[in-house]
């Protein structure tokens, strides 16, 4: 499973949980926000991968909470050997 998240296409906070949950097609009780989004991805047995491009813009569009985002991110990946991330200047991987 994996998903593109492209911070020029994210407008708001409400944009980008939209997008996290069609491309990962989370469950119903996703509740739309970092919390749920890390005991979703913490707790994830299938390989995950989240391709993150121009998290520049990103963070200019959300300030902070783009900040609060990789964090979650990087905690879950660090946490679950099935979540990956690869940032836009790796080699895109999907198989």
Do not use: C
Not at 4 to 33: F, K
Not at 60 to 80: D, I, M, P, Q, R
């Amino acid at each position: 499973m994996y998903a593109i998240i492209d911070g020029t296409e994210v407008e708001s906070r409400t944009a980008l949980h939209e997008a996290l949950a069609r491309q990962l097609a989370l469950p119903e009780w996703y509740g739309h926000n970092l919390d749920a989004l890390y005991d979703y991805l913490s707790e994830q047995s299938e390989d995950t991968l989240l391709y993150l491009r121009r998290m520049d813009v990103l963070q200019s569009t959300l300030g902070g909470y783009a900040e609060a985002f990789w964090t979650v991110l990087s905690e879950a990946a660090e946490e679950n050997p099935h979540i990956k991330l690869q940032w836009e200047d790796d080699t895109l991987d999907i198989e």
